[in-house]
């Protein structure tokens, strides 16, 4: 099982919690179970089959793309989702 | 019991004392401590001397000079306080120390360099106190923040607490861009601002307080929206540090290309309901906003304070870590948040650190960059996905 940190922006996708968990071997694995299991989520997530753009993955507090991508190995690291916030206010 | 005359002359006995031209030549070498009076360092030292009166010298020696090894040349007018200094400075463990006798008045009469101190006024001193007791800081710390300019984008939630900090700590050049009025919805969290200012611009009611709070720092204000088409005159009037506390997508991109090219450390804050992040790009030195996140969320996924709320205290706490960053880069010191993003919950009260790296293909700061100019960054951040 991997924990996965849900920014605010996309609570309402999860009921609300703040982290969930989710199964699989690599970061692609885990977060396609992760819309299975909120399918709401997908959308937010994937932009034709790839992670979308504006969505920021990072395990073990590394940006994914700097690791293997989505096929990163998961390893049990905890996971965090992080889409850039602009407020200021 | 001995009279002072028999005392001095003991301890000269148990200290190594120079002449002025044998200090003259370890000036490359050798720290020189000046260990007189404010109103005496204030009117000519030795060049690159660090002063600490001589009554302070045991409390604050070891926080100025941690290395015992490091050769000290001690001065004062005139050798006999230098002494007493020096002996004391030996019962410390500082085993390479020397007395300059004949002391400064010997110095200048051979003629040898001397610097007169930009000095802090005695309210000055006052006021700064906190600061000049931290070797870190220090007078030639105060000084330098007197010297510094940061421009605030927004007097809002973070602006209100960092430029309120700044100010208090003595940054003597606060700019200011906001194009808003004090709202009642803004008191809530917006603590530069005030209820009798409602209606006011903002700028004009941050400044007020301000230089109601320390008259030492010079406000400007920029009563506009940051755009592509003023970003280059407002930055032509020379900032150190940006502190972006902006509250929309194009500007944030806006801010940070003009940051790139420009140069300017931006100290990056953000905030929504219970969590914030912070984090410092600085130009040459890691990754820059675009490395971070190279595209804006579509606006459903990034709502703004106004639509989805924050927490009043949070900016407090966000534009305070803010102004904690953009104090260490303006004196240059401390371990800054460059190349690591903070991310701060204040419902769970934990702060987690992702790492963030400068990425190569970057449009803006990478190796072969694609944007090299101003874009129109409200299109850009409104994006392809937006359909009607």
Known sequence: MTAIRIPPTLRNEVGGERQVEAHGGSVREVLEDLARRYPALESQLFEDGELATFVNVYLGGEDIRTLDGLDTTVDGLPMILLPAMAGGC | MATYRELLAQVKGEIDEIGAADARERTESALFLDVREHDEWDEGAVPGAVHVPRGQLESRIEGLVPDKDRELVVYCSGGSRSAFAAKSLGELGYRN???????????????????????????????????????E??????????????????????????????????????GIIDADVVDDSNLQRQIIHSTKRLGEPKVQSAKDTIEALNPDVQVKTYEERLTSENVERILADGWDVIVDGA????????????????????????????????????????????????????????????????????????????????????LGIGDGLQGRLLLFDALATTVDEVIVKRDASCPVCGESPTITEYIDYVEFCAGPRVTS
Not at chain 2, 119 to 124: A, D, H, I, K, V
Not at chain 2, 162 to 167: G, N, R
Not at chain 2, 269 to 279: A, D, H, L, P
Not at chain 2, 293 to 321: D, Y
């Open chain 2, 97 to 135: 120390v020397a007395s300059l006798t004949g002391g400064f008045t010997d110095w200048k009469r051979n003629g040898y360099p001397i610097e007169t101190p930009t000095t802090l006024t005695p309210s000055q001193r006052a006021r700064y106190s906190r600061h000049l007791l931290i070797p």
């Open chain 2, 137 to 174: 800081v220090g007078e030639a710390g105060q000084q330098k923040l007197l010297s510094s300019r940061v421009l605030l984008i927004g007097a809002g939630g973070l602006g209100s607490p960092a430029s309120l900090y700044l100010a208090a700590a003595g940054v003597g050049t606060i």
């Open chain 2, 247 to 330: 509250d929309n997508f194009p500007t944030r991109y806006l801010v940070n290309d003009a940051s790139v090219w420009n140069d300017l450390p931006v100290v990056h804050g953000s905030i929504y309901r219970f969590e914030g992040q912070v984090t410092v790009f600085k130009p040459g030195h890691g990754p820059c906003y675009r490395c971070l996140f190279p595209t804006p969320p579509p606006p459903e996924l990034a709502p703004s304070c106004a639509e989805g709320g924050v927490l009043g205290v949070l900016p407090g706490i966000i534009g305070s870590l803010q102004a904690n960053e953009a104090l260490k880069l303006l």
